[in-house]
């Protein structure tokens, strides 16, 4: 697919000089600021950049769909065809959206109307633009939901988006953005929100549309890997301007912008660890793991039925076991619903369990009270989201001290110079003690959620998608920050991520997981270098690696979503065996 | 909105050690922050208009309530014969009688000043154990789920399900009619609402990750419910809570009419209106004097609430 683009074909969308403004307390602030580009037919165009550098916005001004008067477009022109899309007026607008620009947006959970059925929507996206008969409707979203490759198309029709999974949604989505053969699609993250396997399935399906009806699609992203699996010409944006603008293998290769170069440079590369070992640091590393898991089980009971009986349950874990040294980190990867955030709360005590954990060799107890608190001192966890798990009411100051009110180790003078120090180790300053949450940014809060962790001087961290939500820059510091805490003080990580790149670059050994359980566990030379099951297989050719050079034509992912971990009542989940292929690498031996 | 989103949260942060994109805004937006901080919150709240307003409106009412007597240019119940038109009507507003008198040449002003203190110890006492009652129940259906939720809601729904009026009048049976009868009848009324709402809310709260983040710290369950949760419960208490004064005052005036309420000649603002409403079109200020006393009384504590809401919460401050 590695094809220039044809600079014959003709340009379907012009932005020239286009200006966008928000509206803020302080007056106005421009968010998209002189930008300008051509998009041709059939060419990929991505949108890089990070959050708050007006790709988003970018796409919402193309589509006159910004939230006026809060925003609007101050300056510059979009043209479609010859005409001008910032001089026309609303209802000419809406026969363009959906008509000859078609958007598709990151969620598509919230995208489709809940209590409206799959063909009912597609059949209404036809004839806002079509004048065409019911029938002549019908047909036309049954060929869309084929053209997308939705598995049984006909029964889809009268599903509701509630009873397809996020890959299929996505899939609808598209087939309603390309119901009226649009000239040109913008795609804002399209796949952010979904696994990497389903990510691998929809970009290869964006090509496939792309080739068979020569739409020009601009692709908005913050995923370098996967800029570099699909664009022709790629657009970089840092703080409303483009900051570089040229062919994707430029871009990558000889990038000329200081900022490019920045970022490019901290995202994370799976295979960028190849032949390294990972040497655990610690000290003081007894004999004893810090953290031992014994056939852990998770289930969730689903009522249902006028009586309201247990009929079915969710095996979120099923029997897994693991240890965790100091100074060590383990990766947990896995898909969405493959119950490796389960565990996280298994061990923090939020959610009943079966089994065993021992921490530093003390077995806990189950349920709550003054034993499950002593051992919580040891076991500390970081949420995925800094801008959700941190009270908005309190001062950060208080919010890191709480472990210390709470477990009444500190109180007073004490307590404020303790909360000092941490915001000092953790590379914030104590004068920011007072502030409230919403006035960091996104990494600074992650800061402070470690800190919070960190003050009761736990043996071990429950790393929970901690990085997921962060910029790959901030990424890239609040990693560096944890394995130098790391080293520092002989902490252990379970480090739970969905980012195969992430777990390679930190962890020393990596358990992959796959409907409960764990299919391969290793060292990271083990995994990365040598997977042995399928599914860890699978899962390393799906992500997209951010280098042209190395883009894949084919994704080779087979079409179709993760099993449902819910099973009848009665039913039992079979049990993998381990093999051990060398040196305790352990893989699940195949069904 | 991805990216207002991102974009208003850039604006009011400094990202200094993340630095890789810093807008120049956020330097101002963070002094700013820093000087409301240092002010106290009584401070901002005398800085606004309406919230002084609401204060004085407030003031006036109470002051005239614990100082009837004081204040009150007559008795409530003396009935002038001066009161009254030769044909036995009463007076419009006019020199002696500010605000006129009613059908029995009562004064009306006088009496508006005595049912203040029945038309506020049911509006804040009745109305604030409601307020109470309801955010407990609440707020503790909404957090332990499992049979807690089911026999607290249900009963929430019995409640709700059940003629205020029916209740009211058997209770009133059993006991004498008094003021403070009337008090725990309404309060037992109006708790349902209220207990909806903060149900609904603690419910969406608990699963919050912030919550989910202090229960994996150990929090006890006084420090979740009510450091962290209930401050995130005030706005729609406060709301609810001062809506409740308007409805509790005309509930009162109710059970006054049906004879179950604050004994005649005991004035309340309720029982003026219902007294006279028949003689709205003849003489409209026996009607139109206590009701904007209820209105002035509900939007001033609605106006004080909404205030305080917007003091008490972090990220409004520097806004106004």
């Given at each position: 697919m590695t094809q220039t683009p044809d600079l014959a074909a003709e340009i379907v969308l012009s932005v020239q000089d286009l200006k966008t403004e928000v509206a803020t307390p302080d007056g106005a602030k421009t968010v998209v600021d002189g930008l300008s580009f051509d998009l041709r037919r059939g060419e990929t165009l991505c949108i890089a950049g990070e959050s708050g550098s007006g790709k988003s916005m970018t796409a919402l001004s193309i589509m006159r769909l910004l939230p006026e008067p809060m925003a609007r477009v101050a300056s510059g022109s979009v043209r479609l065809g010859g005409r001008d899309l910032c001089q026309l007026g609303e209802t000419e607008m809406c026969a363009i959206r959906g008509g000859d620009i078609a958007m598709i947006f990151q969620e598509p959970m919230t995208s489709l109307n809940p209590v409206l059925t799959i063909g009912r929507q597609l059949r209404e996206a036809i004839f806002v633009h079509q004048d065409v008969s019911r029938r002549e409707a019908e047909k036309r979203a049954l060929e869309t939901l084929e053209a997308v490759r939705l598995s049984e198309p006909k029964r889809r029709l009268k599903q509701y988006p509630h009873e397809l999974s996020g890959g299929m949604r996505q899939r609808v989505m598209i087939a309603m953005a390309l119901a009226c053969n649009p000239k040109v699609l913008i795609a804002d993250e399209p796949t952010t929100a979904l696994d990497v396997t389903i990510q691998a399935q929809i970009l290869q399906l964006i090509r496939d549309l792309q080739r068979d009806f020569g739409t020009a699609v601009i692709l908005i992203t913050h995923d370098m890997g996967v800029v570099a699996e699909m664009a022709d010409r790629v657009v970089v944006m840092n703080q409303g301007k483009i900051v570089e603008h040229g062919a994707v293998s430029e871009v990558f290769e000889r990038p000329k912008d200081a900022y490019t170069r920045e970022l490019l440079d901290a995202v994370p590369k799976l295979g960028a660890m190849t032949g390294q070992d990972a040497v655990?640091?610690?000290?003081?590393?007894?004999?004893?793991?810090v953290l031992e898991v014994k056939d852990l089980t998770v289930r969730f009971d689903l009522r249902g039925g006028i009586l309201d009986r247990v009929v079915s349950r969710v095996h979120a874990v099923e029997g897994v076991s693991f240890s965790l040294r100091a100074g060590e980190t383990l990766g947990l990867v896995g898909e969405s619903g493959c119950g490796k955030s389960t565990i996280g709360k298994a061990l923090m005590n939020l959610v009943p369990w079966e089994g065993s954990i021992r921490v530093a060799g003390r077995p806990i107890p189950h349920g709550r009270g003054e034993a499950d608190r002593l051992f919580r001192r040891d076991l500390q966890m970081i949420f995925q989201d800094p801008y959700a798990s941190l009270d908005p009411r309190m001062r950060v100051g208080d919010l890191v001290g709480e472990p210390l009110v709470i477990h009444g180790l500190a109180k007073g003078r004490e307590l404020r110079d303790r909360v000092a120090s941490l915001f000092e180790r953790v590379?914030?300053?104590?004068?920011?003690?007072?502030?409230?949450?919403?006035?960091?940014?996104g990494g600074q809060r992650q800061r402070i959620c470690i800190a919070r962790a960190l003050a009761l001087s736990p043996k071990a961290i429950i790393a929970d998608e901690s990085v997921s939500a962060l910029d790959v820059s901030v990424q890239a510091q609040v990693l560096d920050l944890l394995q130098e805490l790391q080293k520092e003080l002989d902490l252990s990580f379970l480090f739970i991520s969905h980012d195969m790149a992430v777990v390679e670059q930190v962890s020393h050994r990596v358990a992959v997981m796959y409907l409960g359980q764990i299919v391969e566990v290793g060292t990271r030379r083990q995994v990365?270098?040598?997977?042995?099951?399928p599914y860890t297989q699978r899962l390393m050719e799906a992500v997209p690696i951010p280098d042209p050079a190395r883009r894949r034509d084919v994704f080779k992912v087979p079409i179709g979503d993760i099993p449902s971990p819910v099973r009848a009542l009665g039913e039992s989940v079979e049990r993998v065996r381990y093999v051990d292929v060398g040196d305790r690498h352990l893989v699940a031996e195949p069904a | 909105m991805n990216s207002t989103h991102d974009l208003e949260g850039r604006m009011t942060t400094d990202a200094k050690p993340d630095a890789v994109a810093l807008p120049a805004a956020g330097q101002t937006s963070r002094q700013t922050g820093n000087q409301t901080r240092r002010q106290g919150a009584l401070e901002r709240l005398l800085r606004r208009k309406l919230a002084i307003i609401a204060l004085v409106v407030i003031t006036i009412i109470v002051g005239a309530a614990l100082f009837a007597p004081l204040v009150a240019p007559f008795d409530p119940s003396e009935q002038f014969?001066?009161?009254?038109?030769?044909?036995g009507a009463p007076l419009p507003p006019?020199?002696?009688f500010w605000l006129g008198t009613d059908l029995l040449g009562r004064d009306v002003l006088s009496r508006l000043i005595y049912g203040a203190q029945t038309s506020l110890i049911i509006g804040l006492v009745a109305n604030g154990i409601a307020v109470a009652v309801g955010a407990l129940v609440g707020i503790l259906a909404g957090f332990f789920r499992g049979w807690v939720e089911t026999v607290l809601m249900r009963f929430t729904d019995l409640m709700m399900a059940f003629p205020a009026l029916l209740l009211a009048i058997t209770l009133a049976a059993l006991f004498r009619p008094s003021l403070w009868i009337v008090a725990m009848v309404i309060a037992m009324v109006n708790w349902v609402q209220m207990a909806r709402v903060v149900y609904t809310e603690t419910r969406s709260l608990s699963e919050r990750e912030f919550i989910v983040a202090e229960r994996a710290m150990g929090a006890g369950l006084g420090r979740v419910l009510f450091r962290h949760i209930l401050p995130h419960l005030l706005s729609s208490i406060v709301v609810f809570g001062t809506l409740g004064i308007s409805t509790t005052v005309l509930l009162e005036a109710t059970l006054s009419y049906l004879g179950i309420g604050v004994q005649p000649p005991t004035p309340s603002w309720g029982n003026i209106i219902y007294e006279n409403q028949t003689y709205f079109t003849s003489a409209p200020w026996l009607v139109f004097f206590p009701g904007v006393a209820i209105i002035a009384l509900a939007l001033a504590f609605n106006l004080l609430g909404d205030a305080l809401r917007e003091v008490l919460d972090p990220t409004q401050k520097g806004r106004h």
């Open positions: 655990i640091s610690a000290a003081g590393a007894g004999p004893e793991p590379g914030l300053t104590p004068d920011q003690m007072d502030r409230h949450p919403h006035e960091f940014s990365f270098e040598n997977p042995r099951h | 014969f001066e009161g009254l038109t030769l044909e006019g020199e002696r």
